[in-house]
């Protein structure tokens, strides 16, 4: 289990209880997510996620799953590059929110990352953008993504992890004091921000994030920080 599966926030909760409190957070952002990742992130997530698309290599034959695909911001650009998306997501609303500028490229499946609807190594590429960290239980998730992987199929993962030393202090300032307020002027929920911000500082850092992918069964997991390590890419191949 991982040290974020038993915790909302500052709180320590049963898993069940992280769970519903994680929907409900996402039933409250939704209509003001993908506006806030812009406040919030001053539009960097937008040059993160070009990247990390731009990083997933995929035949137009492949099948992709984007887990914890939100409002469909990483299944829209590959979309455009040719691939066929499903996005899985228990957020109807978060879906919701992004259906209008999806393609028919891009199809939406209400469920959980610890229980994907799909046979065992039936995926190609699997996906997860700004999502690990909300699973309920990061090791199951895992797990299922091995599961639903095809011997060979590639994980890849982006996700806000440990900046380097000299701006550690300064972030750490600007997610405790600043996104807390932007919260509550622009999405009018500042609790909710506070999950995400607790949520980023007790994510486990690089180094941890790559032994926890290999013990669910990956290999040649490798990463690469971007932006000095605010956020960061992992990848890795299913061995089986
Ligand atoms: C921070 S958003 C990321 C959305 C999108 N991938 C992006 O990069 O903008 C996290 C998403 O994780 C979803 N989520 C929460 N718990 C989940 C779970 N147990 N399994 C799968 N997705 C989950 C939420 O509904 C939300 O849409």
């Given at each position: 289990?991982?040290?974020?599966?038993n915790?909302?926030?500052?709180?320590?909760?049963?898993?069940?209880?992280?769970?519903?409190?994680?929907r409900?957070?996402?039933?409250?952002?939704?209509?003001?997510?993908?506006?806030?990742?812009?406040?919030?992130?001053?539009?960097?997530?937008?040059?993160?996620?070009?990247?990390?698309?731009?990083?997933?290599?995929?035949?137009?034959?492949d099948?992709?799953?984007?887990?914890?695909?939100?409002?469909?911001?990483?299944?829209?650009?590959?979309?455009?590059?040719?691939?066929?998306?499903i996005?899985?997501?228990?957020?109807?609303?978060?879906?919701q929110?992004?259906?209008?500028?999806?393609?028919?490229?891009?199809?939406?499946?209400?469920?959980?990352?610890?229980?994907?609807?799909?046979?065992?190594?039936?995926?190609?590429?699997?996906?997860?953008?700004?999502?690990?960290?909300?699973?309920?239980?990061?090791?199951?998730?895992?797990?299922?993504?091995h599961?639903?992987?095809?011997?060979?199929?590639?994980?890849?993962?982006?996700?806000?992890?440990?900046?380097?030393?000299?701006?550690?202090?300064?972030?750490?300032?600007?997610?405790?004091?600043i996104?807390?307020?932007?919260?509550?002027?622009?999405?009018?929920?500042?609790?909710?921000?506070?999950?995400?911000?607790?949520?980023?500082?007790?994510?486990?850092?690089?180094?941890?994030?790559?032994?926890?992918?290999?013990?669910?069964?990956?290999?040649?997991?490798?990463?690469?920080?971007?932006?000095?390590?605010?956020?960061?890419?992992?990848?890795?191949?299913?061995?089986?």
């Amino acid at each position: 289990m991982s040290k974020l599966d038993n915790t909302f926030g500052q709180q320590t909760v049963s898993q069940d209880e992280r769970s519903k409190k994680i929907r409900r957070v996402f039933q409250l952002v939704a209509s003001r997510y993908d506006l806030m990742n812009d406040f919030m992130s001053f539009g960097t997530h937008r040059i993160w996620k070009h990247f990390f698309v731009n990083y997933i290599s995929f035949k137009s034959t492949d099948i992709i799953v984007d887990l914890a695909g939100g409002t469909g911001d990483i299944a829209r650009k590959l979309a455009k590059k040719g691939a066929n998306v499903i996005v899985v997501d228990p957020s109807i609303e978060m879906m919701q929110a992004g259906k209008q500028a999806n393609s028919q490229q891009v199809l939406n499946i209400a469920s959980i990352g610890e229980r994907l609807p799909f046979a065992d190594s039936s995926v190609d590429k699997l996906t997860i953008s700004f999502g690990i960290r909300n699973m309920t239980s990061m090791s199951d998730a895992l797990d299922e993504i091995h599961r639903v992987l095809k011997p060979g199929g590639e994980y890849y993962c982006l996700e806000f992890s440990r900046p380097m030393m000299p701006i550690r202090p300064f972030y750490n300032l600007y997610n405790q004091y600043i996104i807390p307020r932007l919260g509550a002027l622009v999405a009018g929920q500042p609790e909710a921000y506070q999950y995400l911000i607790e949520s980023i500082k007790r994510f486990p850092h690089q180094e941890e994030m790559k032994s926890l992918i290999e013990q669910a069964g990956f290999s040649k997991v490798i990463y690469r920080n971007l932006f000095f390590g605010i956020a960061c890419i992992h990848t890795g191949i299913n061995k089986h």
